[in-house]
């Protein structure tokens, strides 16, 4: 099995930046996409960035232009950097990996998508 896990969150004012972490992690054989959702107090999980393996970014509109998603790195870590952050942007903030994993005979096997535990963002005003 595959996981990811996230970090960077925490409490920062309006118009402020924080960088969100997530690294992938387990007998990883190619990610074929990872993201970022998210989930505020009384809301339902939206999608707030996703890129996948052919380079094609996608944003929420809540977010675009203020909010990147990095390409993947060679210790299979994505990145969000979040600018100009707003009250509303306050909410738990997930990383979402679409992993193969590998095979027991190191081809590619079975894909997996993978959730991380969350990480608090606090944007106060």
């Known amino acids: 099995q595959v996981k990811v896990e996230e970090s960077g969150g925490g409490l920062v004012q309006a118009g402020g930046s924080l960088r969100l972490s997530c690294a992938a992690s387990g007998s990883i054989f190619s990610i074929n996409y990872m993201g970022w959702y998210r989930q505020a107090p009384g809301k339902e999980r939206e999608m707030v960035a996703r890129?996948?393996?052919?380079?094609?970014?996608y944003y929420a509109d809540a977010v675009s232009g203020r909010f990147s998603i990095s390409k993947y790195n060679a210790n299979n870590t994505v990145y969000l950097q979040m600018n100009d952050l707003k009250p509303e942007d306050t909410a738990v903030y997930y990383c979402n990996g679409g992993i193969y994993q590998t095979s027991g005979i190191g081809s590619r096997g079975r894909h997996l998508d993978a959730w991380g535990q969350g990480t608090l963002v606090i944007v106060s005003s």
């Open positions: 890129r996948t393996n052919t380079g094609s970014t």
